[in-house]
């Protein structure tokens, strides 16, 4: 993963992930003061893996069934699950200029033990779609990314081209 060098960036290390939320955030701790957060991931957007407002407004904007979304929000989950269980020792990125989500959840790139980035790997793998919402300076590249996990039909497109 390559990150434009003239953005600053705030790296966080000494973290791990101690719960999957779903196939865009996790609660992540700092290994040495305890201190535990939300991460959103940027650049991404995974299906809802249970009923909510967000599902509600995806289910209209897809025109697609609430049920059908959320069994697709539990396969990204568990992708997740098989590349970063909890316990997984992970670096932090965060784009300083924006780093917090509408929600105020901290935005990060999740850098794990092998260097890959988990945000990198779900688009690429079909298990989320690229998004605009949050600024992100790899959205090209995820978008990108994202065309070619579709037209391969990888992960969740291989049950629909629309999520």
């Known amino acids: ?37 939300e991460i959103r991931l940027y ?17 209209k904007k897809a025109r697609v069934a609430g049920e059908f979304l959320i069994q697709l929000g539990r ?19 965060t784009e300083e200029k924006y780093f917090f989500d509408f929600y105020k959840r901290q935005l990060a790139y999740i850098i794990l033990p092998d260097g890959s980035c988990l945000n990198e790997t779900l688009i690429t793998e079909g298990y989320a779609k690229a998004l605009d919402e949050y600024y992100c300076s790899n959205l090209a590249k995820y978008q990108q990314l994202n065309f070619l996990a579709k037209q391969s039909a990888k992960g969740l497109y291989a049950f629909t081209s629309i999520f």
Request: aromatic fraction near 6%.
């Open 1 to 37: 993963m390559q990150f434009d060098a003239i953005a600053p960036y705030l790296i966080e290390i000494h973290c791990k992930i101690t719960r999957v939320l779903d196939g865009d955030s996790c609660m992540v701790q700092n290994i040495f003061s305890k201190d535990e957060k």
């Open 75 to 93: 396969k990204s989950t568990d992708f997740v699950l098989t590349i970063a269980p909890p316990g997984t020792n992970v670096t932090l990125i």
């Open 43 to 59: 650049g991404l957007d995974a299906p809802e893996n249970k009923r909510n407002r967000k599902l509600i407004e995806d289910e």
